[in-house]
């Protein structure tokens, strides 16, 4: 069984440039989540994808778009990078339905000059 | 509102015990513990439902007091492999579970020889 993974695992861009992450979600998963953690805080939700529709919002701004493709994987893009937006971006998929567990992706750190 | 944890931070030697609090000023569906070790993705380890059911790790147990609206994560004989920082993630009760977590202030467990 092939777990979560992201890519790539390290990006550097600055300020004003735009960013695409990529998740591929773990097999027979059909949902996934976007995560933003900060250094030293607990994973923030930025939004979910299932079955190719946006799931649900957290408190980021437009600028933070996405998308999942048939096959369940997934692109975070952001745009107009601030230096606020560095941190550790986390991918999870999980199973449809209630109360699955999520399988995180190493993640992708985000450095904003 | 981020669910509070307590305390921020545990030292261990191997073999004792430790609890984890997980205190949220809204009403909860259910509570998610996770464990991540430092550069590494978070694990899964438990879900805990309204009406007491759990889903997750056969060693490390946990309570939810619904009506108090708190979780504890209760580790025993802890080993090394248990050092890390134990996030919780509620779910407030809106309509049924999403998996879309909003994720405690973390705490650091060290366990030492």
């Known amino acids: 069984e092939t777990g979560v993974t992201q890519s790539p695992t390290h990006l550097i861009k600055t300020r004003g440039q735009q960013v695409t992450l990529r998740c591929s979600s773990q097999?027979?998963?059909?949902?996934v989540s976007w995560y933003q953690q900060a250094l030293g805080q607990g994973p923030q939700f930025i939004f979910q994808?299932?079955?190719?529709?946006?799931?649900g919002r957290g408190n980021f701004p437009p600028r933070f778009s996405g998308l999942q493709f048939p096959n369940y994987s997934s692109e975070l893009n952001v745009n107009a990078l601030e230096l606020d937006d560095s941190a550790l971006y986390l991918c999870?998929?999980?199973?449809?339905?209630?109360?699955?567990?999520?399988?995180f992706g190493d993640g992708t750190r985000l450095s904003i000059l | 509102q981020q669910p509070v944890q307590s305390p921020q931070a545990v030292i261990l030697r191997e073999g004792e015990d430790a609890v984890i609090n997980c205190s949220s000023s809204k009403a909860l569906y259910s509570v998610h513990w996770y464990r991540q070790k430092h550069g590494e993705a978070p694990v899964f380890l438990m879900i805990?439902?309204?009406?007491?059911e759990q889903k997750g790790h056969e060693k490390i147990s946990a309570s939810f007091n619904e009506k108090k609206q708190q979780s504890s994560l209760y580790l025993t004989a802890s080993q090394l492999s248990y050092s890390g920082t134990y996030f919780c993630?509620?779910?407030?009760?809106?309509?049924?579970?999403?998996?879309?977590?909003?994720f405690g202030t973390g705490t650091l467990l060290a366990v030492q020889p």
């Open positions: 805990l439902l309204k009406g007491g």
């Open positions: 994808y299932y079955r190719e529709e946006e799931n």
């Open positions: 097999s027979g998963h059909n949902t």
């Open positions: 999870a998929s999980s199973r449809g339905g209630t109360n699955q567990p999520q399988h």
């Open positions: 993630g509620t779910e407030p009760p809106s309509g049924g579970a999403t998996n879309k977590l909003i």
